[in-house]
């Protein structure tokens, strides 16, 4: 099986602070990171880290090479990464002493893809392999419905949620966070979400992050796994890390329990270092 992962690639920039700003206030930083970022990077990153075939497409500027380059060196195919006249997307980072973060992203090239684009990478993908989006880049509705058409599963993470536009009749895999759930199903309550699921879509399976209490499985029953105990430094691409190590393992044939727990014991190795894509821990570190 082969997965497309249509999404975004950014540049980060991040700022070490004691305390993340509050409206109003201005803060001084300890020190400034440049590095590779983006929702889709990240997963992409992960994917292929945790071992599984992956093909990243989207756009940069002329200024987002670093980005190219270092996926290649993951091991992620970049053939379907592609320009735009528009700036490379980029992220401003903070990151305070506890290992808390605040982001602020700016879309860029990352707001100009279009059908075209998606029918073109969609080319390359038949009915087994899957197609993961996030929410960080343009035409993502059309994106889904096209691959749903070629007989691939569809898995999304709708982070951020402004302005999500994919059809959830769409979806097989919704991975999310709690306070993700509360906005876009209306609850974190587990049962409650499998009662809405014959209403919603009733072929979707969803998998919620629970933070330190770990993370669970909703379809089909419900299957919890605990949290990995560590000491967290930066907690910026834990949830990516999970996404990404999650999926790997159910296109392995494992069961949503065993893919939980391994990609819980990356995210947990992620957070225990600094930065985004540099924090996810390659398959024999676990």
């Known amino acids: 099986m082969k997965i497309l992962n249509f999404g975004s690639l950014n540049i980060d920039y991040t700022y070490a602070v004691s305390d993340i700003a509050l409206p109003g206030q ?18 992409s990153v992960a994917l292929a880290r945790a071992g599984a075939k992956v093909c990243h497409a989207g756009k940069i500027g002329r200024d987002g090479d670093m980005l190219r380059e270092y996926l290649a060196s993951c091991g992620v195919d970049v053939s379907l990464v592609k320009y735009s ?18 982001i602020v992203v700016y879309g ?7 059908e075209a684009d998606a029918a073109s990478a969609l080319e390359h993908f038949s009915a087994g392999d899957m197609l993961l989006i996030q929410n960080e880049i343009t ?7 096209a ?10 993470n709708p982070s951020p949620l402004d302005g999500l536009e994919v059809d959830m009749s769409d979806v097989d895999i919704l991975i ?7 906005t876009l199903l209306g609850t974190s309550v587990p049962e409650e979400i499998e009662a809405a699921l014959p209403r919603i879509n009733p072929g979707m399976r969803v998998v919620m992050t629970l ?10 029953g419900i299957v919890y796994v605990a949290a990995q105990k560590v000491t967290a430094v930066d907690t910026t691409g834990a949830g990516d890390t999970f996404t990404g190590y999650f999926l790997s393992e159910i296109c392995a044939g494992k069961s949503p329990e065993a893919a939980m727990k391994w990609a819980s014991r990356a995210a947990a190795i992620s957070v225990t270092r600094h930065g985004a894509a540099a924090s996810i821990p390659k398959r024999e570190e676990l």
């Not at 749903?148 to 999304?156: C, E, F, P, Q, T």
């Open 147 to 156: 691959a749903k058409a070629r007989g691939m599963s569809v898995a999304l």
């Open 139 to 145: 035409c993502t509705r059309a994106i889904a419905k």
């Open 176 to 182: 999310l966070n709690e306070n993700e759930a509360k």
């Open 108 to 114: 860029g090239a990352n707001r100009d893809i279009t």
């Open 26 to 43: 201005t803060v001084a930083a300890s020190k400034m990171d440049k590095n590779v970022g983006g929702k889709g990077l990240n997963q």
């Open 211 to 220: 933070g330190s209490r770990g993370a669970c499985h909703i379809g089909g």
């Open 85 to 102: 006249d528009k700036p490379t997307g980029n992220a401003v980072i903070q990151v305070n002493s506890r290992g808390e973060n605040s």
